[in-house]
């Protein structure tokens, strides 16, 4: 008996101490001296728009021209361009991108007022490490009772290229 108590304490304390050392073994995102997502020590916040600012000045990987902040700012389509950066509480990082179309775009649908599409959002992922991508692009549907929702499309890429070659989307 005495045993089995025994033993019961020290897997108990074994896996505290455990618990303990991996947690200081994890860095922990944007702490002063650590490495941060765009490669530079992270002593003081970044000026500007922190990762907005930094991904708007990169390309990318299928289209190397022009830099994303000038494909998507310089869209003509568009008539109003938000940039948000969210962090989530697991520490990972995304880039929100929503552009606005004009109400009488055509290719939008409306489904007798109910429904129609205001814009699109394109989600960027920054890792840890300084890389990036697109990890979703997604229809805004603007609803009869003035919210929205967010719908996936399945042919992202085609998005993108009509965004690089100012070209209208539609739907």
């Given amino acids: 008996m005495r045993k089995t108590i025994a ?54 990987a299928d289209f190397s021209s022009p830099t994303i902040g000038q494909a998507f700012d310089g869209y003509a389509f568009f008539t109003k361009k938000e ?8 520490g990972k990082v995304f880039v929100d991108f929503e552009g606005w179309f004009k109400s009488s775009s055509p290719g939008l649908f409306s489904g007798k007022g109910e429904a129609s599409v205001k814009g699109i959002q394109v989600k960027f992922a920054v890792y840890p490490d300084g890389s990036y991508g697109v990890v979703m692009v997604s229809k ?7 919210t929205n929702s967010y719908i996936p499309v399945a042919d992202s890429k085609a998005i993108l290229e009509k965004i690089y070659a100012n070209k209208e989307i539609s739907f």
């Fill in 7 to 60: 033993t019961g304490i020290l897997l108990a304390v074994s896996f505290c101490m455990n618990a303990c050392i991996k947690e200081e073994q994890t860095p922990k995102p944007n702490q002063p001296g650590q490495k941060s997502v765009h490669g530079a020590k992270d002593d003081k916040a970044p000026a500007g728009n922190g990762l907005v600012d930094v991904l708007k000045g990169k390309s990318l």
């Fill in 83 to 90: 940039w948000k950066e969210a962090r989530t509480s697991t």
């Fill in 140 to 146: 805004i549907i603007g609803k009869g009772d003035g």
